[in-house]
């Protein structure tokens, strides 16, 4: 954790250098700031939050295996936003990190689903990071079942290292190797201050979080795992969801050429930029960051 904490201002630095994507203006606030403290990966756990409705296994191979089901009041069928935690792919992170986030879409009727994972240090690495995270998602379905879930209206949302499950799963090739079950459809991605691709991170992830952990995650280098880093990119591999909104925070620009190339498939990109120095602060209502993309948050998650 104190890797990431020291690397926000590295990664601001890289920022700096990248070509920078004409970003969107971000909709009208209709969030008041109250708050101005900024946040590191431990302070964002303090942040008060609603408890889950449900706290539920969706494996049994590890208790790394849990999600965090967050149902709004009412009848519903409620839009549901299923939550990736960041931490580097190695630990640093956890579904806390969510648990403001992830209420205050409750509050604003979206069902929510954070599922924990196997990472690096906890028996994670390909292929079980990856099972997991499919395996996360295909659990919806048993959800829907119990809760009044509207899995016509999904959206994927990641924060930093969690955006790669987000677009992952959203694409055409989810690797036959590590995807067992049926996965619902998805019809929106969120990717919140985190690479798009994998490819491009290697060497900077160390940088950013203190050690070599792509590589790891993947079983190689690009070199070595060309496919894997293929299917793990959404202009080799494009999202089968028609959306797709980039917070563009801390962490490295997103490359203006891959955005271009995400609009050329047909897919609606839209890039709101925040805070430059500041990784977390996008998930905790109340800060300016979050004022700046609630709307759009929204926006995505309850579109039909």
Known sequence: ???????????????????????????????????????DPVSVNTVPSDPPTARIAYGSASARQYGELRVPKGKGPFPLAVLWHGGCWAGMGGTANLAALASFLAQNGIATWSPSYRELGSDGGWPNTFTDWAQGLGYVNTLARDYP?????????????????????????????????????????????????????????????????????????PAEQPGRYAMLDPV????????????????????????????????????????????????VPGTADFAAIAPALLDIAKAR
């Open 1 to 39: 954790m104190r890797h990431l904490v020291r690397a926000t201002a590295l990664a601001a630095t890289l920022a700096a250098c990248a070509p920078v994507e004409p970003a969107a203006e971000a909709p009208a606030a209709t969030f008041a700031v109250t708050d101005t403290a900024n946040y």
């Open 149 to 221: 879930l509207d899995l016509s209206r999904i959206t994927l949302m990641g924060h930093s290292s969690g955006v790669t499950p987000a677009v992952w799963l959203a694409s055409g090739d989810k690797g036959d190797a590590v995807v067992t079950g049926e996965l619902p459809k998805v019809r929106a991605v969120v990717a919140l201050d985190g690479p798009l691709a994998l490819g491009a991170f290697v060497g900077v992830d160390a940088a950013i979080c203190g050690e070599p952990v792509i590589a790891p995650l993947v079983g190689g280098p």
């Open 236 to 283: 080799t591999n494009p999202p089968l969801a028609k959306r797709l909104l980039v917070v563009d925070g801390a962490l490295p620009d997103p490359d203006p050429a891959k955005l271009a190339a995400l609009r050329g498939q047909g897919i609606a990109v839209e890039v709101i930029r925040v805070s430059q120095e500041q990784h977390f602060n996008m998930l």
